[in-house]
């Protein structure tokens, strides 16, 4: 919990350093980070890989909204290494152009989410291969492509129905 504070409260400044005030609209974003602004400016979205989880911020008052912990529960301790090792592990995120779906892929699980972006209830997921770590939305808002680093694969999926389909080699 403290280093999520930790990462929120990062998230925060750099909201603040970035001219989180501004009242007008965001620019679209043409790649997947860990940080993500609503299109109207008023919700940052953050990934928190340790804690299989994403927080919603309100950007004008920075206070957090909620957070969509992305696994059955939040990572604990093993016992035998001391670790504590995320299920999930959430890496990178993108908003669909009108802002409702927040696209959050999973490096461990392998996964693709879809969180409804004003409520935070995740819609479903695919499974899209080894350590999916970008995501980018279509222009149109139909596909989602997400880049799986261990498979060195692009997979694209349906918006709509979330399934697969296709896989390009890269």
Do not use: W
Not at 60 to 89: C, F, M, W
Not at 139 to 165: H, M, N, P, R, W
Request: net charge negative; aromatic share 2%; proline share 5%.
């Amino acid at each position: 919990t403290r280093g999520i504070l930790a990462l929120v409260g990062l998230a925060v400044l750099a909201l603040s350093a970035c001219g989180g005030d501004n009242q007008g609209t965001a620019a679209r974003p043409s790649h997947s980070a860990p940080l993500a602004v609503s299109p109207n400016g008023a919700r940052l979205y953050v990934v928190h890989p340790d804690a299989d989880s994403v927080t919603i911020l309100d950007a004008h008052a920075r206070t957090i909204v909620k957070e969509i912990l992305l696994s059955g529960a939040h990572p604990t301790q093993d016992t035998t290494t001391n670790r504590y090792d995320p299920a999930v592990a959430p890496r990178a995120l993108a908003l669909d152009a009108t802002g409702a779906t927040l696209y959050v892929t999973g490096q461990r699980s392998g996964m693709l989410y879809a969180v409804d972006a004003a409520s935070g209830a995740v819609r479903g997921s695919v499974a899209v291969g080894a350590e999916p770590i970008g995501v980018v939305v279509s222009a149109d808002g139909t596909q989602i492509f997400v880049a799986c680093s261990q498979d060195a694969e692009v997979v694209s999926v349906d918006a709509k129905t979330l399934t697969e389909i296709g896989r390009a080699h890269v």
